[in-house]
């Protein structure tokens, strides 16, 4: 069943979206040569006391930490740790979240540490953003679950990708509802499977984690020992954006985004919907 929110609701996940926005900005700023992936964890926990919220990846599913900070060729789940420290050149995703009055925000980026990185680093990043927010524009009355899927696809396909190939796109994970837990029906798929068939009706409360991770070769993944750390099965490098959204009587509102999605959705000829919280 797909929980349909409320704009009473939806006013209270733009709160805990805004508290994402905000550890996401602290992280930025201390995800640089010399700190460990701890650090991060540990500016996110401070970020979530000052706003009197919750984390909702600290032990879901046992998860020892915080946010999840995945280093280069770890596509997602990776495990903040003071033995993992960032140097100049590598790229780090960072996936967190925030439950504020029982709601839930979740969102990641991908950042880039020190400098004298790759053009083919920074298009990944750019393709996998871009590729969101594709997925974001979708988010229309009267489409279905599959729209997002078929426009995340369709923009990562249509670039052209350095050195040649294709981008892999990851087949293991992908976006999901969110609301009053942090993963509910329906999952979504980053690419259109037909076995799946077109999935439901986009209608007014309905709210997604889109979250494409796409990497510079394969599109498939393995698991640590340590159970969490998801990584790529030929090393290659990876990416991942996300950012949780509501479709409202007035279009799609990002949650987890500072202007709500304004700027950006504005680049796909859409309108995002009023910030319920001003």
Known sequence: MVQIKTPEQIAKMRAAGLVVAAIHAATREVAVPGASTKDLDEVA????????????????????????????????????????????????????????????????????????????????????????????????QGNRLVDVSRAVETYIRRQPKPGGGRYGIIEDYGGHGIGTEMHMDPHLLNYVDRRRGKGPKLVPGFCLAIEPMVSLGTPRTEVLEDDWTVITTDGTWSSHWEHSVALTEEGPLVLTSPDGGRAKLAEHGVTAAPDPLG
Do not use: Q
């Open 45 to 140: 926990r401070k970020v979530l006391a000052e706003h009197g919220a919750k984390s909702n990846f600290l032990g879901y599913g046992g998860f020892p930490a915080t946010i999840c900070t995945s280093v280069n060729d770890v596509v997602v789940h990776g495990i903040p740790s003071e033995d993992v420290v960032l140097k100049d050149g590598d790229v780090i995703s960072i996936d967190c979240g925030a439950i504020v009055d029982g709601w839930h925000g979740d969102a990641a980026y991908t950042a880039f540490v020190g400098s004298g990185h790759a053009p083919e680093l920074i298009e990944l990043s750019r393709v996998t953003e871009e590729s969101m927010w594709a997925g974001i524009a979708a988010m229309k």
